[in-house]
């Protein structure tokens, strides 16, 4: 079974190693030492902490009715605009997402640079790579 150091489970939760960190020293998260003395989580942990960690964070925002199940919470950090279509780059933890969408729909948005904005994504055919 594949373990994560703290630094790698933090990039995959997209927080601060001292955040991740902070969990793990709170028992939020078990750990283990590997034979150098770094502290690892093994995936099966991380991946249970990670849909833990979603699942709470969800009760802060409004319901959402809609059937996409993928949303990448973050901050617009680029907004393109042409003559009818526009494309705003989301930056959601280590997750750059890039829409290409009409301008009209970014204007009725009102999306600009550093406002919170949320790209869901569904798909007919997703891609896995593994690490």
């Known amino acids: 079974m594949q373990s994560y150091t703290i630094g790698q489970a933090a990039r995959l939760l997209g927080v601060s190693p001292d955040t991740a960190r902070r969990w793990a020293d709170g028992g939020r998260v078990a750990t283990h030492r590997d034979d150098n003395g770094r502290r690892l989580i093994d995936g099966r942990d991380l991946a249970a902490f990670s849909v833990e960690i979603a699942q709470s964070d969800s009760g802060d925002e409004e319901v959402s009715y809609t059937s996409v199940r993928n949303a990448f919470p973050g901050i617009v950090t680029a907004v393109k605009l042409g003559d009818v279509a526009a494309q705003v780059e989301i930056q959601a933890g280590p997750h750059r997402l890039v829409s290409l969408l ?13 406002m919170q904005a949320t790209a869901r994504v569904k798909s007919t055919n997703v891609h896995i790579d593994r690490a």
């Open 102 to 114: 009409t301008r009209e729909a970014v204007e009725e948005l009102g999306l600009e640079v550093g």
